[in-house]
């Protein structure tokens, strides 16, 4: 299952970068992202994981949320309503003309506050599997007399 993880995570890229001009864009592209990482936790484990993988979720959700927000904001900076994307084609050498839009700058912030939040969600869920019970806490005689077999 390890070895799913940079094909799924190529196919993330894949739905992310194609969403501006198919179906596909941030969220799936998250959610695809977000499928790896948790095929990674039920493969290894969490502590194996977390060993090897550095996410840090709330950073990924506060950067997505400020990317897609200014994405949305620069449209008013040039005079037209908030969220209106720019698009044009870029040609480049001995592949084409490639489209190019600023909704994807948007995407990619949405992916980001997509994986940040399952990732958050999925590393709450791991940690309650590798808690340990808390230990009896030990009865004070002279708090509750009579409840460690005292005579009184």
């Not at 950073?59 to 908030?82: C, E, H, K, M, N």
């Not at 084409?96 to 980001?112: E, N, R, T, W």
Request: hydrophobic share 50%.
């Amino acid at each position: 299952m390890e070895w799913l993880f940079p094909v799924i995570v190529t196919c993330a890229l894949y739905l992310l970068a194609r969403g501006h001009d198919l179906p596909g864009g941030g969220f799936a592209g998250g959610v695809t992202a977000s499928i790896a990482i948790l095929i990674l936790y039920m493969a290894s484990g969490t502590r194996s994981v977390e060993a090897r993988l550095n996410v840090r979720p709330v950073r990924w959700i506060s950067a997505g949320l400020l990317l897609a927000t200014l994405t949305g904001a620069a449209a008013t900076v040039f005079g037209y309503p908030f969220l209106t994307t720019y698009f044009q084609y870029l040609d480049l050498p001995h592949i084409g003309k490639v489209p190019l839009a600023s909704a994807l700058l948007f995407d990619i912030g949405v992916f980001a506050v997509v994986v940040g939040t399952t990732v958050l969600i999925l590393i709450a869920l791991a940690h309650q599997s590798i808690r340990t019970p808390r230990a009896p806490r030990p009865v004070d005689s002279a708090i509750n007399p009579g409840s460690a077999g005292e005579i009184v």
